[in-house]
């Protein structure tokens, strides 16, 4: 009987996927055309250069902006159907051209600039993101003592007018198992591990861009 009682709970704590401890928002607004094949990616910012009202929500540890810009761009890159234009090529070629006005305004959100970052670079769509906390764990993988943390957002912008096509936003302070018992079928996908920023970053990142427009 209680081996029994222990497989009904078993299977009861895998069937409730969506009691997840992380939070995602994901949103397509506009249909994409022409279909992406280039894609910019822009550094990654902070909260305060960002439209749409975004926050800081905590600690962003010192490069964790170089190292999201780059996971992302890793990330694109391994859907194997966009050509990739990097942010450290992005800031390479502006500074070179004394462009940095036009990447700052850009991740503002102002039209005419993302239109002319796309033009400079014959993208089709132009990615921005912002780290609102990324908060790294304190002690080791097997006995942590506090969590990390990361949360950011990103925003896809047309090349032709600017305009917002899609965006997504992850969030998660990682949970001990016995906190939340229905995240039993996360910690099995990710190991009985504290996981540090980085690897919250990667997880985020993977689970966001599962449904960015035009990956097959």
């Known amino acids: 009987m209680k081996k029994i009682t222990f497989v009904l709970l078993i299977l009861l704590l895998f069937s409730c996927r969506s009691m997840q401890s992380y939070t995602i928002e994901e949103k397509q607004l506009c249909p994409v055309v022409p279909v992406i094949k280039r894609v910019v990616v822009l550094p990654f910012d902070v909260p305060s250069n960002a439209p749409f009202g975004l926050y800081k929500e905590g600690k962003i540890e010192e490069g964790s902006l170089e190292k999201l810009s780059t996971f992302t761009e890793e990330r694109l890159k391994s859907f194997g159907c966009f050509e990739v234009i990097t942010w450290e090529q992005v800031i390479e070629r502006l500074q070179y051209e004394d462009l940095g006005k036009v990447l700052i305004d850009a991740k503002r959100g102002y039209k005419d600039d993302i239109i002319k970052l796309a033009k400079i670079f014959r993208a089709d769509a132009v990615l921005m993101g912002y780290v609102t906390k990324y908060s790294e764990r304190e002690g080791k993988e097997y006995g942590s003592m506090k969590p990390a943390s990361v949360s950011f957002s990103l925003f896809l912008y047309s090349g032709i007018d600017g305009s917002l096509i899609w965006n997504g936003s992850y969030k998660e302070t990682q949970q001990a198992l016995f906190e939340n018992l229905f995240n039993i079928g996360l910690y099995f996908k990710r190991g009985f591990k504290w996981l540090s920023a980085d ?15 035009g990956k097959k």
């Open 199 to 213: 690897e919250l970053a990667q997880w985020g990142l993977k689970e966001v861009l599962k449904n960015f427009p």
